[in-house]
């Protein structure tokens, strides 16, 4: 069982479904395991309940009535309180486009349905691993003319007045970029080191959330590297 990172005794679930009978589904099988649930309906009751209990981890449906799920996934990402916690999209949309949507609107994970219990367990759970492993005391790192703060989970750039706010991803994305400059990492490495090898995600997954925090820092940062992957460079600086 995974610890919660948010000093609870169990961590605390937050499943968005539509559909009755997946809601009691999932909610049997997480309380069976030990964690704690709360229910949503549509992304409204969604978004207002994060903001009451700051759930620890968030399963959320695409298709539902009142808010959609990728629509209920950018406001929580545009939340400075709620922006961090991370975000499983379950649904029944399959299409590659689909896909890179809801990476877009900011899941973590993106899970067709149907899919067994025992591996939607099993993502929830190296979710909430990573997110703890980032969960340690302050740690400013600075490079080029950026201060990435892994305790605020904030990035400063020089010249800058506001903070930029990353989601917990792209923050971890570009630390670890970051703390390894020049360095070249494939996809599949990004996807080992940041998401964790137990952790099922897309093939696009890392292209998408290279592509928003290029789009938020500046696009000179993150380099492709043809053929191979992607590097942080300061060298510009």
Not at 48 to 76: F, Y
Not at 148 to 162: G, L
Request: proline share 4%; glycine share 6%; net charge negative.
């Amino acid at each position: 069982m995974t610890g919660p990172i948010s000093g609870r005794n169990k961590p605390l679930v937050l499943v968005v479904d539509d559909e009755e009978d997946i809601l009691e589904l999932v909610k049997y099988n997480l309380k069976k395991e030990g964690f704690d649930v709360e229910c949503a309906e549509n992304g409204i009751q969604a978004l207002e309940m994060a903001k009451e209990s700051t759930p620890d981890i968030i399963v959320m449906d695409i298709m539902m009535p009142e808010m959609d799920g990728i629509q209920a996934s950018r406001h929580l990402r545009e939340h400075a309180l709620l922006r961090t916690i991370p975000i499983l999209m379950l649904t029944a949309k399959s299409d590659e486009s689909d896909q890179v949507e809801g990476l877009d609107a900011g899941a973590d994970i993106y899970l067709t349905k149907p899919v067994s219990i025992p591996v939607l367990l099993s993502q929830i759970k190296a979710l909430l691993r990573g997110a703890k492993r980032y969960d340690m005391p302050v740690d400013v790192l600075r490079i080029a003319d950026l201060e990435i703060d892994r305790d605020r989970f904030e990035v400063r750039q020089r010249d800058r007045e506001d903070p930029i706010r990353l989601a917990r991803k792209e923050f971890e994305l570009l630390y670890f970029f970051a703390s390894r400059p020049g360095r070249v990492f494939s996809r599949q490495d990004l996807l080992d080191q940041v998401w964790g090898h137990d952790v099922y995600v897309v093939d696009r997954t890392v292209d998408v959330h290279v592509r928003k925090i290029r789009e938020k820092i500046g696009e000179h940062y993150i380099e492709t590297v043809k053929g191979v992957g992607y590097r942080f460079t300061d060298q510009n600086f």
